[in-house]
């Protein structure tokens, strides 16, 4: 009975270490809540367009990779089923100005999106307290 209830107590002790090493992991690529009191405003150009499984949306979602002042940044516009609902496109080229969160993900700067206007269009994937409009 004794052996039991070591084998029981390791297997706690491995479940518990387990956990708090998952919750250290997912702490480190975290991605932060849109505080609208840091929004910038960022302007350059369209370099890529890409849909892919995202953490910031949960889903298959739009992302693009916009040139701008020197900077590379990976923009998180909205899961993509919300971006081909309201038949929006963006390509690669488009001059565009966002609104959104600068943020470090996965070591890199990348920005969450509230609105983008592209040419004579806007674009809105956020409301004014920064929540999701899909």
């Given amino acids: 009975m004794k052996h039991v209830g070591g084998v029981l107590f390791a297997l706690l002790l ?15 690529n975290s991605v932060p809540a849109y505080n609208p009191g840091q929004e910038q405003t960022f302007s350059g150009t369209i370099q890529e367009v890409r849909d892919y499984q995202c953490p910031v949306s949960g889903t298959i979602g739009s992302h693009i990779s916009l040139k701008g002042g020197g900077d590379t940044l990976e923009v998180h516009l909205a899961p993509a089923t919300f971006l081909k609902q309201y038949n929006i496109v963006l390509q690669p080229g488009d001059q565009v100005k966002i609104t959104g969160v600068k943020f470090v993900f996965e070591g890199k700067p990348a920005i969450l999106a509230r609105e983008i206007v592209a040419g004579q269009s806007t674009f809105t994937f956020r409301d004014g307290k920064g929540r999701p409009e899909w």
Wanted: proline share 0%.
């Fill in 14 to 28: 491995l479940a518990a270490m387990a956990v708090t090493q998952q919750q250290k992991q997912s702490n480190n």
